[in-house]
């Protein structure tokens, strides 16, 4: 199929697209969006599509309506499917070979199915993303800030296809060829990487795969971006940034896939990393933090991050709100208790200064702990045990991405983990000298500096001063090396 067959589609299904623009191959992997330069000038609108055409979960079911043998009992589990899964089993289906033949061509989305990248032929081994890497290219992530979503990640597609995979031999009884994990992969890729968030109905947002929208690739620089309308998903060009050369010269159309993705994001969902020349030295790393305890960690209620930013001056700054539950302990008017119900279910609460919230997790815990706790002079304390806590995080991180047992000296140019790496090892290098800075800073203030020389006096003493002051110390597990601010 061609993109010409495209523009038949297109027009048959209400997409316009604007004589300005077209669908070719990019230097980027696969098709990408081009000014068309034949034209007089570029429009605002570049492309409009319908709502009816998007790949949503709900436009997926109503087309298995019409599909009662096939995709209709696909859709059908015992749980609740996840919109995305259902546009996956959607993608999965119609991709997949009976035999020599798939069903794209009979697919009311036939020619827009027939364009997209195949990442087991894409040949180069930049723009393939981590999820088809096999295990030794996998393991060279480790250290950095992919290893642990693409883990989990793995481990989700994998129960995902193997209950799938029951229910498509249910549904497909006389195929012989079974559904292999490679073609659901390749449909979750698909999705993920062209999937857009929209607002359904003023109040929930809907996942969308918009066809032919998808086909713009992400630019640093984008000079377009979409909108979307009652009825339909605009693509309009971003004025300020397209200048009148760009333009005539039949330059790409690239729009943002989210100003705050960092590399290891943008790897991992879309198999690529910016170019040397595209990359600004801005970035964004997550990194999990496990330390805590599962108790803690079932109060956070959610995996807890350390989420980190360098602007493009350099300039650094970090956010965790789990560094609050970990900086306290019962000494300082935080607990978390325990209990067994008569149905031998555990029930996990957290104390703040003497008030149990039941029940309450995550961010709103983290909130208590600050306002109740980090009052007085303890609020310079506190604000300085989590700069030593993330000090000794980050000194772990580094040293995790120095200890790879991978070679680097035998790095394909290409191979995108080594400059991930070497990203993630400069974010690392300057958050340490940032909290060197700011350790400093907060060693020094009269706050911390009384706290200090009350944790110095003779036990009776300090217990006076203790009392004063409404804190204790600290028996927080993982506050070692900081005992003389408990
Ligand atoms: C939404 S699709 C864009 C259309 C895609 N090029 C195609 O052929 O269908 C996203 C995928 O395009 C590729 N891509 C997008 N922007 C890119 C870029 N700046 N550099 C390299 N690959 C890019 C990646 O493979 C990514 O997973």
């Known amino acids: 199929m061609s993109t010409e067959q495209l523009s038949t589609w297109a027009n048959l299904h209400s997409i316009l697209i604007s004589d300005s623009v077209q669908v070719k191959a990019t230097e980027h992997a696969g098709l990408g969006l081009f000014y068309n330069c034949s034209s007089e000038k570029a429009p605002e609108r570049l492309l409009e599509v319908p709502r009816t055409i998007l790949l949503t979960a709900s436009n997926v079911r109503?087309?298995?309506?019409?599909?009662?043998?096939?995709?209709?009992?696909?859709?059908?589990?015992?749980?609740?499917?996840?919109?995305?899964?259902?546009?996956?089993?959607?993608?999965?289906?119609?991709?997949?070979?009976?035999?020599?033949?798939?069903?794209?061509?009979?697919?009311?989305y036939g020619p827009y199915l027939a364009l997209l990248p195949d990442p087991w032929t894409a040949g180069s081994k930049a723009g393939v993303p981590p999820m088809f890497w096999d295990e030794e290219r996998c393991a060279r992530a480790i250290g950095t800030s992919l290893y642990a979503p693409l883990r989990a990640k793995q481990r989700k597609l994998r129960a995902e296809f193997e209950e799938l995979s029951q229910r498509w031999q249910a549904v497909f009884v006389h195929e012989t060829e079974t559904l292999a994990y490679e073609e659901y992969i390749r449909a979750d890729w698909l999705v993920s990487s062209r999937v857009i968030e929209l607002p359904s109905d003023g109040v929930e947002w809907e996942l969308a795969v918009v066809p032919i929208l998808d086909f713009a690739n992400h630019g640093s620089q984008p000079n377009a971006r979409y909108e979307n309308t009652d009825d339909s998903v605009e693509l309009v060009c971003a004025e300020s940034e397209v200048s009148g050369s760009d333009y005539r010269d039949g330059a790409e159309i690239v729009i943002s896939y989210g100003p705050d993705k960092g590399s290891s994001e943008l790897l991992f969902t879309y198999g690529f990393l910016l170019t040397p020349a595209e990359y600004s030295g801005e970035e964004h790393v997550k990194m999990p933090v496990s330390s805590g305890g599962s108790a803690l960690q079932y109060i956070y209620g959610r995996v807890p991050l350390v989420e980190i930013h360098v602007d493009a001056e350099g300039s650094i700054s970090w956010e965790c709100e789990y560094l609050w539950l970990l900086c306290v302990g019962p000494d300082d008017g935080f607990e978390v208790s325990v209990s067994v119900t008569h149905d031998s279910s555990e029930e996990i609460d957290a104390t703040v200064a003497g008030e149990t919230l039941v029940g309450v997790r995550g961010n709103e815990v983290a909130t208590a702990i600050r306002s109740r706790l980090a009052v007085g002079k303890m609020a310079a304390v506190l604000m300085l045990r989590r700069v030593l806590l993330l000090e000794q995080l980050t000194t772990g991180w580094l040293d995790a991405l120095g200890e790879s047992e991978w070679d680097y000296s035998e790095t394909p140019e290409d191979e995108p983990i080594a400059t991930l790496r070497q990203r993630e090892e400069r974010v690392f290098t300057l958050l340490l000298d940032e909290l060197e800075e700011r350790k400093q800073h907060l060693a020094e203030t009269p706050d911390v500096l009384d706290f200090l020389a009350q944790q110095q006096q003779p036990p009776e003493e300090k217990s006076m001063g203790a009392e004063e002051s409404g804190v204790t110390g600290n028996e927080g597990e993982d506050n070692e090396g900081e005992d003389e601010l408990r």
Do not use: I, M
């Open 62 to 108: 109503t087309l298995a309506l019409s599909q009662k043998d096939t995709l209709l009992p696909l859709l059908e589990s015992e749980r609740l499917l996840a919109a995305r899964e259902v546009v996956v089993r959607f993608f999965t289906l119609v991709l997949h070979k009976f035999g020599e033949e798939t069903r794209v061509p009979q697919s009311f």
